[in-house]
C-alpha cells in the first residue's frame, strides 16, 4: 500500500536560516507527489507537484522541492526562511492513474521560525 | 486553481445530531472528495463525491455516518451523523483541476466540528 513519512514532526529554524522538510514515500509505480502547506486556521494550499521529468521542482514562495527515485524522498527545501513560513507543511502522493486522486499524506511537520 | 467554499467555518456541535457541510466550487469539475483531519492529525480521505451517483467510501467510512449528496458537477454535502466527540475534526472538501497534461487537488478551507 502506498504510505508517506514525514520524519520530523516538528522542525524549528531562525528566521533567514535554510530549511529542509523530509518526505519519503512508499509507492509501487511512479509516484505523483505533492507538498501542501497549511497555516493556522487555513485550508491546505498547495506548494509544489511533481509528476514528471526534470526532478527539481520549483513552487510558489520560494520553496523547491528534489524528487529522488533511489532514496524514494522528496525532500522540500527553502534558502531563506521568513517568519510568515511558520505553518504545518504536508507531503502527499497520489495513488490512482489520475495523478492527483485520492492523495496520501504524511502527518504533517510543524515548522516554527524564531525572529 | 481553483475557489472553493465551505459552510460553515466551523460549528459546536451537541452528540447525537448531525450536522450537514456544504462545499461550492467556482467551476465545474469532475472529481471531488470529502476529507477528515482529527487533531494533530494528517488528512485521511472520507469518501469521492460522484456527481448522478452514490459516493465511493474509503475503507473505515460507511454511508450511514456520512452521507453525501453531489446533485451537480459544482456543489456537494458531507452530513456527520449521530456525532460523537470522536467526530470532532477538521472536514474538508478538494476537487481535481486540470492543467495541461496534469492533474491538481485544491482544498478548501475546511470545516472545524466541535462535538460535546
Known amino acids: 500500500a502506498q504510505s508517506v513519512t514525514q520524519p520530523d514532526i516538528h522542525i524549528t529554524v531562525s528566521e533567514g536560516a535554510s530549511l529542509e522538510l523530509r518526505c519519503n514515500y512508499s509507492y509501487g509505480a511512479t509516484p505523483y507527489l505533492f507538498w501542501y502547506v497549511q497555516s493556522p486556521g487555513q485550508g491546505l494550499q498547495l506548494l509544489l507537484k511533481?509528476?514528471?521529468?526534470?526532478?527539481l521542482v520549483q513552487g510558489i514562495k520560494g520553496f523547491e522541492a528534489e524528487f529522488k527515485r533511489s532514496q524514494s524522498s522528496f525532500n522540500l527545501r527553502k534558502p531563506s526562511v521568513h517568519w510568515s513560513d511558520a505553518a504545518e507543511y504536508f507531503c502527499?502522493?497520489?495513488?490512482?492513474?489520475?495523478?492527483?486522486?485520492?492523495?496520501?499524506f504524511g502527518k504533517g511537520t510543524k515548522l516554527t521560525v524564531n525572529p | 486553481s481553483a475557489v472553493i467554499s465551505q459552510k460553515p467555518s466551523r460549528d459546536i456541535c451537541q452528540r447525537g445530531t448531525s450536522l450537514t457541510i456544504q462545499c461550492q466550487v467556482d467551476?465545474?469539475?469532475?472529481?471531488m472528495f470529502w476529507y477528515r483531519q482529527q487533531p494533530g492529525q494528517s488528512l485521511t480521505l472520507i469518501a469521492t463525491a460522484n456527481q448522478g451517483s452514490e459516493a465511493t467510501y474509503e475503507s473505515g467510512f460507511v454511508i450511514d455516518k456520512f452521507p453525501i449528496s453531489r446533485p451537480n458537477l459544482t456543489f456537494s454535502t458531507l452530513t456527520v451523523s449521530n456525532m460523537s466527540p470522536e467526530d470532532s475534526s477538521i472536514y474538508l472538501c478538494s476537487v481535481v483541476r486540470t492543467s495541461g497534461f496534469t492533474d491538481t487537488q485544491y482544498f478548501g478551507p475546511g470545516t472545524r466540528l466541535t462535538v460535546l
Open positions: 502527499a502522493v497520489g495513488r490512482a492513474q489520475g495523478g492527483s486522486e485520492k492523495l496520501v
Open positions: 467551476s465545474q469539475v469532475t472529481m
Open positions: 511533481y509528476f514528471s521529468g526534470d526532478t
